[in-house]
């Protein structure tokens, strides 16, 4: 898939997402919170498979390359997303009412500074190689 069409595709998956919020956000809808983000688990869902895939394709040769290790850690990554996912939904349903937000919010305050690493080491490793 292109560039622009995965651009586009994402924009409408956001699109729909926030139009579901905003309709439960203003009591339009009776929907549970977990029907709201299905266009959110949708996305992931399909991001997920293409780095699954794209693992099982490039380890056939039997050693980790640093893109195949890249794409473990987004694997992790999506998986630490999906269950912050699972547990806000639990919780605005209130289903896990006695949950502290804490433990809501714990697969997110795992995922930053993983994140923000990986952000950090691509933008100096880029800088390098701008200046060489």
């Avoid at 893109?67 to 896990?96: D, G, P």
Wanted: a positive charge.
């Amino acid at each position: 898939m292109a560039l622009l069409h995965r651009a586009l595709f994402t924009w409408f998956v956001v699109l729909v997402f926030l139009i579901l919020l905003v309709l439960k956000l203003d009591n339009r809808i009776q929907w549970n919170w977990s029907i709201v983000f299905i266009p959110v688990w949708f996305y992931d869902s399909i991001v997920f498979l293409y780095v699954f895939f794209y693992i099982l394709a490039y380890s056939r040769c039997g050693e980790l390359s640093q893109t195949v290790r890249r794409k473990l850690y987004y694997l992790v990554a999506l998986l630490l997303k999906f269950a912050f996912l699972v547990l806000l939904c639990l919780k605005l349903e209130n289903v896990l009412h006695e949950l502290s937000v804490v433990y809501v919010l714990l697969p997110l305050w795992i995922l930053m500074p993983f994140a923000i690493y990986d952000v950090t080491m691509r933008l100096i490793l880029n800088s390098k190689n701008r200046y060489l």
